[in-house]
């Protein structure tokens, strides 16, 4: 359900007022912005706010490949001998040298962690990915490739291994997934973790090729779950993530490289950072400050499945426009739209739930809801088909609650 005013999913706000945008994570093109102060850890609706609220994460650009050097290559290398028997699109199961050690986990999985470049020599950016299946495919984030135009290489490079041009299978900016595929059909892939068993306090690894430094790992833990993350420079490449926070380091270029727990599992595909804002009288942007976000295992690997099996994927919606200038609790379905649209799509799952223009969505499922973007966050954290129930407050001040079933996008 696609809002054709718009142009943007029918659970979408209209396009936002001009301004600077959020940005995304670690590893796009080097070519610098200007460089303006970003509140990034705010409510969405622009008041500053505490950890409580949405944060608005920063895509920071990656420093001139031609600035870094690459690391050796590591002379340690996974075994793969007990995986060579597995038909290349059988699920991926963690690497047995993952010891529960972060030296056995590099061991393991650093065969199968790329550095990606975008264009000649990567001069439109640098980022990561991981290989999730034997026969070439790997997964890394949008924003990562979105700047490679027709006819730009995507240069894949594991280590010890020559590099490898890829092509673009499908990309989701929604999720902030894509995935590429080279020709190999003898890779190592990693095992995508169930995002029910991450627990806050565990300890997770990031690898990745931050500043093009590929094979570099950091640790920290999982420090938050479900952190509403919203990033983008467009409104049609703004993402909303309902993320895993981790202080594990993450810089640019490890953007689509995994966040891994000890037993060799993607948790998550590192997506953003936050930033302070920048002090006057100081520099530009810095680097990792100890919060970043990672899109969670569950939701990363059903994107990447879909993009796999169709080229394209779908994120779960409820047929609504909402309104971006409703300052008060919860989010408020538009009351009208120009043309011919109706806030509420006629003959949708919110239609035939009894929402109506003005209505106030209140909850989710007992989340409270605290504005507009929070409620896509919540929305997009669930499944096509899933049903949700929503505490809803009329324009009359009567509360109710309704049950609605999630759609895809495309229906």
């Known amino acids: 359900m696609t809002d054709p005013t718009t142009e943007r999913p029918t659970d979408g706000p209209a396009p936002p007022p001009a301004g600077p945008a959020p940005g995304r994570a670690a590893g796009r093109r080097p070519a610098r912005r200007s460089l303006v102060p970003v509140v990034l850890v705010?409510?969405?609706?622009?008041?500053?706010?505490?950890?409580?609220?949405?944060?608005?994460?920063?895509?920071?650009?990656?420093?001139?490949?031609?600035s870094t050097s690459s690391p050796e290559q590591p002379v340690d290398r996974a075994d793969e001998a007990a995986r060579d028997d597995a038909w290349a699109s059988s699920p991926a199961v963690p690497p047995a040298q993952a010891d529960g050690t972060i030296s056995g986990l590099s061991r393991a999985v650093l065969p199968s962690v790329a550095l990606i470049s975008i264009g000649e020599d990567g001069s439109l950016g640098l980022g990561s990915g991981f290989v999730v299946r034997r026969d070439g495919y790997l997964v890394t984030n949008h924003h990562v490739i979105e700047g490679?135009?027709?006819?730009?290489?995507?240069?894949?490079?594991?280590?010890g291994e020559d590099p490898l041009e890829a092509e673009v299978v499908g990309s989701d900016p929604a999720y902030d997934i894509a995935v590429l595929r080279v020709e190999r059909e003898d890779l190592t892939p990693l095992a995508f973790a169930d995002s029910d068993d991450v627990l806050v306090g565990q300890t997770v690894v990031a690898v990745g090729a931050p500043l093009g430094l590929d094979s570099t790992v950091t640790s920290g833990i999982v420090s938050a779950k479900d952190r509403p993350v919203v990033a983008g420079e467009t409104q049609e490449s703004t993402s909303y993530i309902s993320a895993i926070q981790t202080d594990a380091a993450i810089n640019p270029g490890n953007s689509g490289g995994p966040l891994l727990d000890l037993s060799g599992r993607v948790v998550g595909v590192n997506s953003a950072i936050a930033q302070v804002p920048q002090a006057a009288g100081f520099g530009g942007r810095s680097g990792s400050i100890g919060l970043g976000f990672a899109v969670p295992a569950e939701q990363a690997d059903r994107t990447?499945?879909?993009?796999?099996?169709?080229?394209?994927?779908?994120?779960?919606?409820?047929?609504?426009?909402?309104?971006?200038?409703?300052?008060?609790?919860?989010?408020?379905?538009?009351?009208?739209?120009?043309?011919?649209d109706d806030p509420v799509v006629a003959g949708g799952p919110a239609d035939r739930a009894g929402v109506r223009p003005g209505d106030?969505?209140?909850?989710?499922?007992?989340?409270?809801?605290?504005?507009?973007?929070?409620?896509?966050?919540?929305?997009?954290?669930?499944?096509?088909?899933?049903?949700?129930?929503?505490?809803?407050?009329?324009?009359?001040?009567?509360?109710?609650?309704?049950?609605?079933?999630?759609v895809g996008s495309g229906d």
Do not use: C, F, N
Not at 47 to 66: C, K, N, T, W
Not at 306 to 317: H, K, M, R
Not at 360 to 386: E, F, K
């Open 42 to 66: 705010a409510l969405v609706s622009g008041a500053l706010g505490g950890l409580g609220g949405a944060v608005l994460a920063d895509r920071i650009e990656p420093a001139d490949p031609s």
């Open 360 to 406: 106030v969505i209140l909850s989710v499922d007992g989340t409270s809801i605290r504005d507009s973007q929070h409620l896509i966050v919540v929305l997009r954290s669930y499944a096509v088909g899933d049903t949700v129930e929503l505490e809803l407050r009329t324009a009359a001040g009567e509360d109710r609650t309704v049950s609605v079933t999630l």
């Open 304 to 340: 990447a499945t879909q993009l796999i099996e169709t080229g394209t994927s779908e994120y779960p919606v409820m047929g609504v426009l909402v309104d971006l200038t409703y300052t008060g609790d919860g989010a408020r379905v538009r009351r009208q739209v120009a043309g011919e």
């Open 148 to 159: 490679a135009g027709q006819g730009d290489p995507i240069v894949v490079e594991l280590p």
